[in-house]
């Protein structure tokens, strides 16, 4: 999605070295390949063992691809062990669920087929959703899907959860999106009423924001000068993490700005490319998800 917005901000260079993120299926880095020379080179991660696999398959020849299994949290130090002294140009995120990941009803990510309640994006760490929910007290239930779901019906969410589990486990997302659908008294239009539920879940079980948070961090720190972070999101909470990054270090500290002469550190570390992109309607056409995407474009000052 956003494919050739996010391409354009990050004003690729032929030889230039860039870290996608969030390899997916290979979608952007195969673009990001086709605009480079013979001396470009790419990083792409991912936290889903079976994303690495298939784009070791499809990428199988690609001298200039390096693939690793791993969160985005781990790029600070994933980039300089791999980048081999070649500075950095951009860095591309592209957050939250693949299509791959919500089809794959083993994956536990949707709740349109049944399978197990798991939504881990790494299945070889951490606990399922399902093990998570089997011990998690109410008010702690209701805070993740308050919090990260903004699910107005939080509280009968959780209760009705609780009580579901002593009956029997919650094992199996239709299991899961029926409990929920008679907690939530009205539905969007549209929306499933299990919907923001299991995206607080899912959200939660692989701290999206944190990850990303992380990430934001370090991929600022080896951005070369000139550098380009470009990042597309899919919903308020993403963005506003974005946002909060980027509003942070484009601008100087209020408390600092009539000194007359800033501290070290003080200056702003990146400056706003453009204004933030929506996905055009023909895109939109052939592909829904991308209705809600966002991309938010930043340059390392030199």
């Not at 690609?62 to 985005?72: D, G, K, Q, S, Y």
Request: one cysteine or more.
């Amino acid at each position: 999605m956003l494919v050739a917005e996010a391409l354009a901000g990050l004003a690729l260079e032929a030889g230039g070295y860039y870290v996608d993120a969030t390899f997916g299926r290979g979608g952007h880095t195969a673009q990001i390949l086709q605009a480079m020379g013979r001396e470009g080179r790419v990083l792409a991660i991912d936290r889903d063992p079976q994303a690495i696999a298939a784009g070791r398959q499809r990428f199988a020849d690609e001298v200039r691809l390096t693939l690793i299994h791993a969160p985005f949290a781990d790029l600070a130090t994933l980039v300089p062990t791999n980048s081999h002294g070649q500075p950095c140009r951009g860095v591309l995120f592209d957050l939250g669920v693949s299509s791959p990941q919500l089809d794959d009803a083993s994956r536990g990510f949707s709740f349109r087929a049944d399978g197990p309640l798991d939504m881990r994006m790494d299945p070889t760490r951490g606990e399922p959703v399902a093990a998570w929910l089997a011990r998690a007290g109410v008010d702690e239930i209701r805070e993740v899907i308050a919090t990260l779901g903004e699910e107005r019906f939080a509280a009968r969410v959780a209760r009705a959860i609780v009580e579901g589990r002593q009956e029997s486990p919650i094992v199996g997302t239709s299991q899961l999106a029926a409990i929920v659908a008679k907690a939530v008294r009205t539905r969007e239009p549209g929306k499933h009423p299990a919907t923001r539920t299991f995206q607080a879940l899912r959200m939660f079980i692989n701290d999206e924001l944190g990850q990303l948070e992380k990430g934001l961090a370090a991929a600022l720190e080896f951005l070369a000068p000139g550098g380009r972070l470009a990042v597309i999101s899919f919903h308020s909470l993403e963005d506003r993490v974005v946002k909060r990054f980027m509003k942070q270090q484009t601008e100087i500290d209020p408390a600092l700005r009539d000194l007359p002469v800033l501290p070290v550190g003080a200056e702003p570390r990146l400056k706003l490319v453009g204004r933030k992109s929506r996905a055009v309607a023909k895109e939109v056409d052939s592909n829904p998800r991308a209705r809600s995407a966002l991309l938010r474009v930043a340059e390392k000052i030199k």
